[in-house]
C-alpha cells in the first residue's frame, strides 16, 4: 500500500458545527503533515507530527486541532471555523522527520464552511 | 518550449515541444528541493528532487537544474504531452534545526499543452 487515504472527500459545515477529517497511511511512515491549500495557492504547512508527536504547529488558530491516535492516522478536528477556512485540506507522509524523499500526499478533503 | 520568467502563473506549450518551468527560492539554507505535479482534483504528486550539492538531476522525460548563486531551480520536460497538463510546484525544505521538517511551496505554475 503505498497510498495516503483521506476522508471525506468533500465536507460542507457551518460556522458552528464541528467536524473531523481523517488521514490513514499503511506505508510504515512516522511522520505526518497537515497541509491547507487555497484556489490557485500551494499548499501550506499546518502542523507536522513526528512519531505520533507534534513537532511543528505554525501558528494555526486553535479552532483547527490535530491529533495523532497511532502512527497510521491522523486526524483534524474542526470546530467554530469561519467562511475562509474554506480550503482543500492535504494530508502527506513520509518516512520519518526530515525524510522528505518518498513524501506522499493524499487527495484532499474539500471544505466548504458555510 | 518556452522558458517563463519568474513567478509567471501559465506556460502554454505545443505537443512535442519541451516545457521549462523556473523557480526562484528564497532561503539560501535550504538543502533538498522537490519539484510536484498536481493535477485537478488531486493532491501533489511527487517528479523528482536533487539536493543542493548537485547542479543538475535527470529521471524520465524530467531533468532538474540548480543554480544556488542565484538561488534558482527549473524544470525540464521533454516532449511534453497532453498528460502533463497540471500545475507545477517547486518546494524547498530547509536544513536549520526549526526548519528541516518543513517543506515549503512555491507559488506554482499552469502548464497547458496545446495538442
Known amino acids: 500500500d503505498t497510498e495516503v487515504t483521506q476522508t471525506p472527500k468533500h465536507l460542507v459545515m457551518g460556522m458552528t458545527n464541528k467536524k473531523s477529517l481523517k488521514c490513514e497511511q499503511h506505508m510504515g511512515h512516522r511522520a505526518m503533515y497537515w497541509y491547507k491549500q487555497k484556489a490557485k495557492k500551494p499548499p501550506e504547512l499546518m502542523f507536522v507530527y513526528s512519531y505520533e508527536k507534534l513537532s511543528i504547529n505554525e501558528s494555526v488558530p486553535s479552532r483547527f486541532s490535530p491529533e495523532c491516535p497511532n502512527s497510521s492516522l491522523l486526524n483534524l478536528h474542526l470546530h467554530a471555523l469561519q467562511p475562509e477556512d474554506s480550503a482543500l485540506y492535504l494530508c502527506a507522509s513520509s518516512q520519518s522527520r526530515g525524510r522528505t524523499e518518498g513524501y506522499t500526499f493524499g487527495s484532499g478533503t474539500r471544505l466548504t464552511v458555510v | 518550449g518556452e522558458s517563463v520568467g519568474l513567478h509567471l502563473p501559465t506556460l502554454s506549450v505545443q505537443e512535442g515541444d519541451n516545457s521549462i518551468i523556473n523557480c526562484a527560492y528564497s532561503n539560501s539554507a535550504s538543502d533538498y528541493f522537490i519539484w510536484y505535479k498536481q493535477e485537478s482534483g488531486k493532491g501533489p504528486q511527487f517528479i523528482i528532487d536533487?539536493?543542493?550539492?548537485?547542479d543538475k538531476r535527470q529521471g524520465q522525460r524530467v531533468t532538474v537544474l540548480l543554480n544556488k548563486t542565484v538561488k534558482h531551480l527549473s524544470l525540464q520536460i521533454a516532449a511534453t504531452q497532453p498528460g502533463d497538463s497540471a500545475v507545477y510546484f517547486c518546494?524547498?525544505?530547509?536544513?536549520?534545526?526549526?526548519?528541516?521538517?518543513?517543506?515549503?511551496f512555491g507559488p506554482g505554475t499552469s502548464l497547458s499543452v496545446i495538442p
Open positions: 536533487i539536493r543542493s550539492n548537485m
Open positions: 518546494a524547498e525544505r530547509g536544513s536549520g534545526k526549526t526548519s528541516y521538517d518543513k517543506v515549503i
